[in-house]
């Protein structure tokens, strides 16, 4: 088959590649320069979109609404602005094979593609609960969710089994969306997770018990403490039970599994040095083989910070650190120099008529303030860590945009804390006289 080459190759197709085209363009790239190679068969799209207003029932996000980068407030990249920039998308093809040392990639229909630099932007997949083993778990109607195609599926069965009952299988990011998704679709929704409280990764016990009220409060069932460990199906094919570990079936129509994702670096296995799960790169996202970086998901990176290898997988640092090793490339090319990533890590959802922020690192005591009763009418609370003295870390629901950008502040400055009462009573006005 015949062969492409190209200066530069972004392998991947989602947020990170299309803000680093847009950051290519905005730089100056010459037609049939770049490159981008995704297995999927849409042009670049904000991904969190799939998971919040993509399954709406009403005013449904669809593309080309969330083309990226318009999650950002930016430009909407349609496929045409590719073509007009002399940006090759090339779609539906999916990487098998990976040589770096001959700067060479392989796509499973045999082409091969040259670079000259290489911006690895594979991102994560999800954990299945096939690769467990778990009994049942290949029936019809059991979804994950990452990309469109799987979207467009769960809408589908969404419309066929109206009104049904769901099963959310995990309780974090995609368990608590989905969970609230499939509410708003007027589906009996049941999650069910192992962990003592939901999203442990980032929320403390405090702040856990006001999502799990308020979602109990809109009749959503939730229960801890357990797993799935097989499922049932219908002489279709289609999932009918879940079977839980404590012995307990929930009945199920459809089942949304959420337990995690694993970054995509399987085909560089022994060819790159890695860390952490990821692949190690510097402050500029250059990996150790030359001319190969790597952004996004799969990257772990030096967190200026906090002095720490990283690896963060969140939709923001897609698109900062794509921007980030767009512009080292272009510097090192030109004999400039640029700054150091200088990354504030930063996580937020949306799920009703809630939205949280957090910034900074969930690490050390913790203080909770403001109104976190579920059942109040507008609730607005949040949380500090405090560690060394200092505040490094701060989450707020319900803020306005004005005192999200005061907590993400307090992030980034560290102020000193004497007394953690204080800081209680104090509240959001502490963040807000920074």
């Known amino acids: 088959m015949a062969e492409k080459s190209f200066k530069y190759v972004i392998l991947g197709g989602g947020v990170a590649a299309g803000y680093a085209a847009r950051e290519f363009a905005k730089q100056g790239v010459q037609p049939g320069e770049l490159a981008i190679i995704s297995k999927e068969a849409v042009a670049p799209y904000e991904r969190p979109a799939l998971s919040k207003g993509y399954l709406f029932p009403e005013g449904a996000a669809r593309l080309p609404g969330f083309h990226v980068c318009v999650g950002s407030g930016g430009e909407r990249l349609l496929p045409e602005w590719y073509k007009e920039k002399g940006i090759e998308l090339i779609l539906s093809t999916e990487i098998v094979k990976v040589d770096l040392p001959a700067n060479t990639l392989v796509s499973a229909a045999g082409e091969t593609f040259k670079y000259q630099v290489l911006i690895v932007a594979t991102g994560s997949t999800v954990i299945r609960l096939t690769d467990f083993g778990v009994q049942g778990a290949d029936a019809k109607n059991i979804f994950y969710l990452r990309e469109i195609d799987d979207a467009d599926k769960l809408v589908e069965a969404i419309k066929a089994k109206k009104n049904g009952k769901a099963v959310i299988v995990g309780g974090g990011y995609i368990g608590l969306e989905l969970g609230a998704a499939m509410k708003i679709n007027n589906f009996d929704v049941s999650m069910v997770y192992p962990e003592p409280w939901c999203m442990p990764r980032l929320f403390t016990s405090g702040i856990a018990a006001f999502y799990e009220g308020y979602y109990a409060n809109k009749g959503i069932k939730i229960i801890k403490g357990t797993v799935a460990v097989g499922f049932t199906s219908d002489s279709n094919g289609e999932v009918k039970e879940v079977k839980l570990k404590d012995g307990r079936v929930l009945e199920a129509d459809i089942v949304v599994v959420g337990v995690g994702g694993r970054p995509l670096t399987i085909l560089f296995k022994g060819q790159v040095e ?66 150091e990533y200088d990354y504030l890590p930063y ?36 949380t500090y860590w405090i560690k060394d003295g200092k505040v490094v870390g701060a989450f707020l629901e319900g803020g306005t945009a004005e005192e999200n950008q ?21 509240g959001l006005s502490f963040a807000c006289k920074i």
């Not at 307090?410 to 004497?418: F, G, I, R, S």
Request: zero cysteines.
């Open 274 to 339: 890695e860390e952490k799960g990821g692949i190690k790169t510097d402050a500029f996202f250059k990996t150790s083989v030359p001319n190969v970086y790597a952004v996004g998901d799969v990257a772990t990176f030096p967190l200026k910070l906090y002095n720490d290898l990283r690896r963060v997988e969140h939709v923001d640092h897609a698109r900062k650190s794509a921007e980030q090793a767009v512009n080292a490339i272009k510097a090192s090319e030109e004999g400039k120099s640029v700054d």
């Open 347 to 382: 996580f937020y959802s949306r799920s009703f008529d809630l939205a949280w922020q957090f910034y900074g690192d969930n690490v050390g005591d913790t203080v909770l303030f403001g109104d976190n009763n579920p059942q109040s009418p507008k609730p607005k609370f949040g």
């Open 406 to 426: 005061a907590i993400a502040k307090v992030a980034k400055l560290q102020p000193p804390v004497e007394n953690l009462d204080a800081l209680a009573n104090e």
